[in-house]
């Protein structure tokens, strides 16, 4: 967190560390970035800060139609580090009608869960597209695009990701088709200090290094 929001460092791609070049080239970023946020205006702040909230308010809105749009049964369990899962197979309701446009891609969609039984906490998530999904009017999202989200654990009470996967087919505009594949893998949360914690979090965490 730098001022109150993320701030994602590139240390990795493809795979592999980054060249002495590029990786200089990322710490110089980062520290732009912290000089530019320490002289931001109020109104600045305000804005980012804003911008902020507003990702993190989707993010969770569309984690909770997630929970909503579907109809999940037990499939066969398999193995976690801490001694076992629930996998929950999620089939989109019958008429399921989308609370906004972020949620439209989960009318046509199946899911799959994996569950600690430890903790209770989701350890991985799979969704694939199963029929064409038209979004804002623009793009269409076509069968075959899949999304893999993994977290885990980084102290006894907080879990955050670790691994995102994302294969798209999409047309855009009726006219332009582009296919594209996202792999990042999140490491080396750190404890924020002197952050203020939320009563539900109990911790804050820095946001982690990225590699692609």
């Known amino acids: 967190m730098i001022e109150g929001s993320p701030y994602q460092k590139l240390i990795a791609e493809d795979g592999q560390p980054l060249s002495p070049a590029a990786a200089k080239e990322e710490e110089q970023k980062l520290q732009k970035e912290i000089y530019r946020r320490s002289k931001e205006s109020p109104h600045e702040r305000a804005q980012r800060m804003r911008k902020y909230t507003e990702e993190r308010a989707r993010d969770h809105n569309l ?23 629930w996998v929950l197979e999620g089939r989109t309701k019958p008429g399921y009608i989308p609370p906004n446009r972020d949620a439209k891609v989960l009318s046509n969609m199946n899911m799959k869960i994996w569950i600690d039984k430890a903790s209770y906490q989701w350890i991985r998530l799979e969704a694939e597209v199963t029929q064409p999904v038209t979004l804002y009017g623009l793009a269409k999202v076509s069968p075959g695009t899949r999304f893999t989200l993994e977290q885990e654990p980084v102290s006894a009470t907080v879990w955050l990701p670790k691994h995102f996967t994302m294969q798209v087919n999409a047309t855009a505009l009726g006219l332009i088709h582009e296919d594209f594949t996202e792999d990042e893998l999140y490491s080396k949360y750190t404890a924020a200090a002197g952050s203020i914690a939320s009563s539900n979090a109990g911790e804050v965490f820095r946001e982690p290094a990225t590699a692609r």
């Not at 997630?66 to 899962?85: C, H, L, N, R």
Request: aromatic content about 14%; charged content about 15%; hydrophobic content about 35%.
């Open 63 to 85: 984690l909770t139609a997630v929970s909503e749009a579907f109809d999940y049964t037990f499939a066969d369990g398999s193995q976690s580090p801490s001694g076992g899962v």
